[in-house]
């Protein structure tokens, strides 16, 4: 009995890992590696580019997203009159994951050796949603030559206390059983992410097509559910070490926090940070919620415009 009890679940478990391989390859070919691969610390960074002349403009996803989030929503906006970079997080999309990239610094330097070398002497907006705004601080504190301004979307910015991290991300980044657990996640995880994409939207109606405009599906690769779910679980002692530096921070900064966001709370968040950054505009949305780049798309790409064309502390010495 014992054997044939063991014998199933070696047989599920080779199952499982034949669907996941067979998963990540279907979902790799409907959403392929279509932007710049850039060697950055030995490891590709994947960016998508849209737009050829004119100032330049990085945008950092959230957890559980990769470029495409901004490819359909707020880079169309702009790229008639902006150079925009639209870069991978390690591990996400299809960017390569290097050593400690579950730190912050590891993630900021990657997107500025990618822009480094993909608009090389340029300072650009950074624009970080999310996950992607604790990023794009780091970046302008640990590489403030590359900066111009930061336009934050509902950022994540400070050690909250405590609560909220699902327990999934836990058995995932779990070095022992975290491997056997994630070859399942392609066969449960794309139907649970298309019913809870509504509460992401709340107030707001998530867009048509959300999941497959923005390749919400390449998060089920084993490896980049791996990398999602480091991110997210090293994320609160990053912030506790990060937010101590936040008064260095000396390039306009607009933060658009919805009053209505379900995913974070706004006051444990942007409420200590505009205490932090001198000059701090932050755009109050009564109605919003944690995805404001697509309600208040408008609104966002203004903002990115109106720091393009504001001249740093730094060039006003040069000058």
């Keep these: 009995m014992l054997t044939i009890v063991i014998s199933i679940l070696v047989l599920g478990g080779l199952g499982a890992c034949v669907n996941s391989a067979l998963y990540a390859s279907r979902i790799n070919k409907q959403h392929p590696a279509s932007g710049a691969l850039v060697e950055v610390n030995g490891a590709d960074v994947h960016v998508l580019q849209q737009g050829d002349t004119g100032p330049v403009v990085v945008m950092i996803h959230g957890a559980s997203a990769n470029a495409r989030e901004f490819d359909w929503s707020l880079a169309p906006r702009l790229a008639d009159t902006h150079r925009i ?15 400690e990239a579950d730190t912050l610094a590891v993630q900021a330097a990657q997107v500025a050796g990618a822009l480094r070398k993909l608009a090389p002497g340029e300072k650009a907006v950074i624009v970080g949603h999310s996950f992607g705004g604790a990023v794009s601080l780091r970046l302008a504190l640990d590489h403030p030559d590359l900066v111009d301004g930061l336009v ?63 390749g919400i599906g390449l998060l089920f690769r084993p490896s980049n559910f791996v990398a999602n779910a480091r991110d997210v679980s090293g994320l609160r002692e990053e912030l506790a070490a990060q937010q101590t530096r936040y008064e260095e921070i000396a390039v306009p900064t607009v933060v658009f926090s919805g009053a209505l966001d379900t995913v974070i709370s706004p006051p444990l968040h942007v409420g200590k940070l505009k205490h932090q950054v001198d000059g701090l505009e932050l755009v ?36």
């Design 85 to 99: 970079l639209m870069v991978d997080r390690p591990g996400h999309g299809h960017s390569e994951r290097p050593d």
């Design 152 to 214: 934050l979307l509902a950022p994540v910015s400070h050690d909250w206390g405590g609560g909220g991290e699902a327990w999934y991300n836990k058995y995932a980044s779990n070095p022992v059983f975290g491997p056997a657990f994630t070859q399942l996640v392609p066969i449960v995880g794309p139907s649970q992410v298309r019913n809870g994409i509504t509460n992401v939207f709340s107030p707001k109606p998530a867009p048509d097509g959300y999941f497959e405009n923005s």
């Design 284 to 319: 109050k949305l009564a109605d919003g919620g944690h995805m404001p780049h697509h309600a208040f798309g408008a609104d966002v790409a203004e903002t990115i415009r109106r720091l393009a064309s504001v001249p740093t502390k730094t060039d006003v010495e040069r000058g």
